[in-house]
């Protein structure tokens, strides 16, 4: 495998989004009839599952899939379970989706509440690991991979975002309860808070110990900061938990912080909408609001071919159904006129190069592209830097024959996850 230096980084071009002023609150989106949540497990009819069609639910409250999984979810409002089923998402990644039909009285369960007293890694895992900012706490119990730093990431990892800035401007005590939490429960004083130079006075009453990000994309992205803050370069085919340091954003500390504090766990996304005249709006909805409601409060219409994108423009997903849910990861929701959606094209490659000079780890695109497009995806991996790629999107955004160059990298990267899983199991 080639391992790309980051030493002689392109020029990057275009700049995030900067939130200067303190912002206004996020519009709220209505507590919609119906909310879907996903369970990151693959539904099977045939297991014994903990939850029946019918199922009263309050909010706060843990749906666990079955005794013999650690796989749950929480409810994010009151009401009835009207749905139990398979979901596919991105890359045939299977869920088991509930639909909750939502009371008109809301009441919350407090089985967290009795367990914040002394906080621990457990209740955290065991509760906050679908919150909003969607933290991974299992990262901490594995013995192969020790961790020695938290990075909160108080940068928009893409474009036209401010959910990340917004939270370190509006909710900094929450956040510097989350610190102090994520110390206790992990035992790891080494935490800093990343943020952009212009939120550096807000960023100091973290608790946590500061450093800045760059303003031109894709610095935010965790390998590129990790380069930034410590030095440390992740060698191709490595993850940054691989070199002992994790990342959270800002908006699952204050998450974690607010839990712990108030004895509820938070339910509420806060995520920027974009319509179709590129207006960019903060606002809040419950995690599980199917996407139409957002877009009905906006009074956008849609028209056949428009497409919605969950995340941003640079690294978002089309979404094909206007009932998809917003996620406790979901920082933004484009919705785009048909006539500016830049459709992919049929032309191939003509090796222009423009996607090699702005790839800021140098990844030979040009030559890769063939493979994946070929479905060689190992020897895109073994000989043309697949795993040195940073996932930025910067490729297709250059890309003049519209190739989904950075949609093919992340279908290679998950088809040979999924091979090696499959090999590991069999094994
Ligand atoms: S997405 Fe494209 S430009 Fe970005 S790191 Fe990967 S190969 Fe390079
Ligand atoms: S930018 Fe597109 S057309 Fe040009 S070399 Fe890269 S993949 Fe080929």
Do not use: W
């Amino acid at each position: 495998m080639i391992k790309r230096s980051f030493i002689g980084l392109a020029k990057p071009l275009i700049e995030y989004q900067a939130m200067d002023v303190t912002p206004l609150e996020p519009q709220e989106i209505s507590i919609p009839k119906k909310v879907t949540l996903f369970i990151d497990r693959p539904y099977n009819h045939r297991d014994s599952i903990l939850l029946n069609i019918g199922d009263q639910v309050k909010t706060g409250q843990k749906l666990s899939y079955s005794e013999d999984s650690d796989a749950y979810v929480i409810s994010t409002v009151t009401g009835t379970i009207s749905s139990i089923s398979s979901f596919i998402g991105d890359y045939g990644k299977a869920y088991t989706a509930i639909s909750i039909d939502v009371d008109e009285n809301e009441e919350t369960d407090d089985q967290f509440k009795e367990l914040i007293e002394d906080p621990t890694l457990d209740t955290a895992s065991n509760y906050l690991s679908g919150v909003p900012g969607n933290p991974c706490f299992k990262i901490f119990s594995d013995p192969e991979r020790p961790i020695n730093t938290i990075i909160v990431s108080g940068a928009d990892c893409d474009l036209l975002i401010t959910t990340n800035q917004y939270v370190v401007k509006a909710h900094i005590n929450a956040i510097n309860n989350g610190v102090r939490v994520l110390k206790k429960i992990t035992g790891i004083d080494n935490i800093l808070i990343a943020v952009p130079e212009n939120l550096m006075q807000d960023a100091v009453a973290s608790g946590a110990e500061v450093r800045t990000v760059d303003s031109e994309y894709p610095s935010a992205l965790p390998h590129l900061m990790m380069q930034t803050i410590s030095g440390q370069v992740v060698p191709a085919g490595k993850s940054c938990e691989d070199l002992g340091v994790c990342f959270f954003s800002t908006e699952a500390v204050a998450s974690i912080g607010k839990a712990f504090n108030e004895g509820s766990i938070p339910v509420t996304k806060t995520l920027t909408f974009i319509d179709k005249n590129g207006e960019k709006t903060l606002v809040s909805a419950r995690i599980g609001t199917p996407v139409s409601e957002i877009i009905k409060a906006f009074n956008v219409t849609l028209n056949e071919q428009d497409r919605i994108i969950f995340g941003g423009p640079m690294t978002g997903s089309s979404i094909y159904s206007e009932d998809y849910p917003v996620q406790a990861d979901t920082d933004a929701i484009i919705v785009q006129d048909k006539d500016h959606v830049a459709l992919v094209s049929e032309y191939p490659c003509i090796n222009c190069g423009e996607c090699i000079r702005i790839c800021p780890v140098n990844v030979p695109v040009n030559i890769l592209v063939r493979f994946l497009e070929a479905g060689q995806y190992e020897e895109a991996a073994e000989h043309y830097d697949l795993y040195s790629c940073i996932e930025c999107g910067l490729c297709s955004f250059v890309c003049v024959s519209k190739m989904p160059v950075f949609h093919y990298i992340k279908l290679a990267k998950y088809e040979l996850d999924r091979i090696s899983i499959a090999e590991a199991t069999n094994a």
